[in-house]
């Protein structure tokens, strides 16, 4: 029986040569926009594939920091008459000599002019009341420059707007946005199929089990930035390797199966791909002991396959404890906080295994929610930790420390 230690160390060694290839050859095209709002295919993109090059230096134009009254700056301390003035989205005349222009946020700096002075600098003190003025006088101390913000000033044009491998984040999407660039090349996600086994899940009438585990586990890949499919696949060995093969296609860069991996009659990823190249093995962890992976040849092709118990809160615990910190390392998004807090209840655990409870910290204190067994799957979802039990532990008392892991 192999360690937790030992079992992560394997997955990640058969996980990261699809990692690394993904990376360093598959990139897609995808829109801005998509890449913003997860629409048309574009959630899970995290990495940029290729420099991106501003097109248009940022700001475009010389453009007013406030409210207020653009002048040239060498009428300080005179009085100026007003002009009409200038909204944002607009192309302004000339600033005539003599003259101040209202000028709002963000609006065109017209030429003529190489300062602003705020709104509040007047009687009114705002607008829209200032723009009843005749005229307005320019404070005594206005520099060129002032309240201007510089055309270029946040990257010139033909800069780098950012480098290959840059993270697509809500400001990176923001600046490609704001200098006019659509479409950019990024890395594309991991795509892993998820194959829930047995037959329950396609049973007839009250024989039937809903797969929980299909969509528990998708939801787990979406949220390290994994693109995941789903297809339950029935205990029949004869036609099992074609029906995951067919799956696989030429989409899945990882194939996640639940169930068949035990020492039942019917394990029908075991007795499937066992002689094919998965290597089925124990770990001392509870729950979440069976475990299995390995490189199978699929659709003609090398496919890595990591197989995890087929009961829900055991599938759940084992990506948690195996797959979920290399995937989330390589999409860079920070693991799972861990802490050391005191028990609120007692409790039992094997002594050869280490035992992952689930629980909710409160008050300082993680309190067990519902039992170990791996069945308990609403437990699993009214829990906000895990807690885990190391090996040698047989009994929790009140006040032991525990090590947990935040799950929200």
Do not use: C
Request: glycine fraction near 12%; charge should be negative.
């Amino acid at each position: 029986m192999r360690t937790i230690g030992q079992h992560r160390d394997e997955i990640a060694a058969l996980v990261a040569p699809v990692l690394s290839a993904r990376r360093s050859a598959v990139t897609e095209a995808r829109d801005v926009d998509d890449l913003a709002t997860g629409a048309g295919g574009g959630r899970g993109y995290r990495e940029l594939a290729r420099a991106v090059v501003a097109p248009v230096p940022l700001p475009p134009f010389d453009n007013s920091q406030m409210d207020g009254f653009a002048v040239r700056a060498s009428n300080a301390g005179r009085a100026l008459r007003v002009v009409a003035p200038i909204p944002a989205g607009t192309m302004p005349p000339a600033l005539e000599p003599g003259s101040a222009a209202p000028i709002m946020t963000g609006a065109r700096i017209p030429s003529g002019a190489d300062a602003v002075f705020p709104v509040e600098a007047t009687d009114p003190g705002a607008f829209p009341a200032a723009l009843a003025l005749a005229e307005v006088t320019v404070p005594d101390d206005l520099a060129p420059g002032t309240f201007v913000r510089a055309t270029g000033t946040d990257l010139p044009g033909g800069g780098e707007l950012a480098p290959a491998g840059a993270a697509v984040t809500p400001a990176l999407l923001g600046t490609l946005a704001a200098a006019g660039v659509t479409t950019v090349d990024v890395v594309r996600p991991l795509r892993v199929l998820v194959v829930s086994t047995g037959s329950e899940l396609q049973g007839a009438g009250d024989a039937t089990i809903g797969d929980a585990n299909g969509i528990a586990l998708r939801a787990a890949l979406a949220e390290v930035g994994v693109l995941a499919r789903s297809v339950r696949l029935s205990d029949d060995e004869p036609t099992f390797v074609a029906a995951i093969a067919a799956a696989v296609g030429d989409w899945a860069d990882l194939v996640l199966t639940t169930g068949g991996i035990s020492a039942g009659a019917y394990e029908v990823v075991r007795q499937a791909l066992e002689p094919r190249g998965l290597t089925v093995t124990s770990v001392a962890m509870q729950p979440g002991g069976p475990q299995a992976f390995g490189t199978v040849e699929l659709a003609g092709r090398p496919v890595p396959v990591v197989s995890f118990p087929g009961n829900p809160v055991s599938a759940l615990v084992s990506f948690e404890v195996f797959l979920r910190p290399v995937l989330a390392a390589d999409a860079g998004i920070p693991d799972r906080a861990a802490e050391v807090v005191p028990a609120a209840d007692g409790a039992t655990s094997p002594e050869g295994k280490h035992q992952v409870r689930r629980g909710r910290v409160d008050d300082g204190r993680v309190h067990f929610v519902g039992g170990p067994s791996s069945h308990l799957l609403a437990h699993y979802a009214a829990a906000t930790h895990l807690v885990h039990v190391p090996i040698g532990t047989t009994s929790v008392e009140p006040g032991d420390p525990l090590t947990v892991w935040s799950l929200r």
